[in-house]
């Protein structure tokens, strides 16, 4: 599956097994796993890769959730992860995101993000979508709030990395608050 947008200089498709190597690599880095949740490992090798890729396309087929690469247009360079679980039940999903530590500061992010929106609100129909972001990642506050999230709280010592407790906060997104006006589509 493809999610793809005019003008966009990301994409986002299904992860494959032969993606392990990449991710491996880029999700390694310390900088990288301190943004994570609390269950992403570190050191990272290349048996959690494929796992998480394995895991990621049994929640896609049954229904329980959404995780793609995240590509560069032109030379499909992957450039992270993004994603999220879903709870159709009640119509919302959360999401995440990540960057390999040289794709950082290009915007790149904020591209993948919106094609995610796009999905949950458009694809899923969902009616909430909801983020935590560990307080001290700048860059993902500016992002979630840039795309019109709002804060709605913070979880004070709720994540524990490196041997020490970070505060997380918590945005959302509701689809009448949605804003965006791409023009995606889905390739299935």
């Known amino acids: 599956m493809e999610v793809r947008a005019k003008g966009f200089r990301v994409y986002l498709s299904s992860l494959g097994l032969d993606d392990a190597e990449e991710i491996t690599r880029m999700a390694n880095d310390k900088e990288v796993a301190r943004g994570l949740s609390e269950g ?24 329980e959730g959404f995780h793609f690469a995240i590509r560069r247009e032109g030379d499909n360079v992957l450039l992270g992860v993004c994603g999220g679980g879903l709870k159709s039940k ?11 530590r040289e794709h950082w500061g290009n915007g790149y992010a904020k591209e993948a993000t919106r094609l995610m929106l796009y999905f949950c609100f458009n694809e899923l129909g969902v009616n909430r979508v909801y983020a935590e972001v560990h307080d001290y990642n700048e ?10 999230f709002v804060e709605e709280g913070r979880n004070r010592e709720s994540s524990f990395f490196d041997g020490k407790f970070m505060d997380d906060m918590m945005f959302a997104l ?12 889905v390739i299935r």
Request: glycine fraction near 8%.
């Open 40 to 63: 992403f490992p570190h050191p990272y090798e290349k048996r959690d890769a494929l796992s998480f890729v394995e895991a990621a396309t049994r929640q896609m087929l049954n229904g």
């Open 90 to 100: 009640w119509k919302k999903c959360n999401i995440g995101y990540w960057l390999g």
């Open 139 to 148: 860059r993902s506050l500016w992002l979630l709030k840039k795309l019109g």
């Open 174 to 185: 509701l689809k009448r608050e949605y804003s965006d006006r791409i023009s995606a589509k």
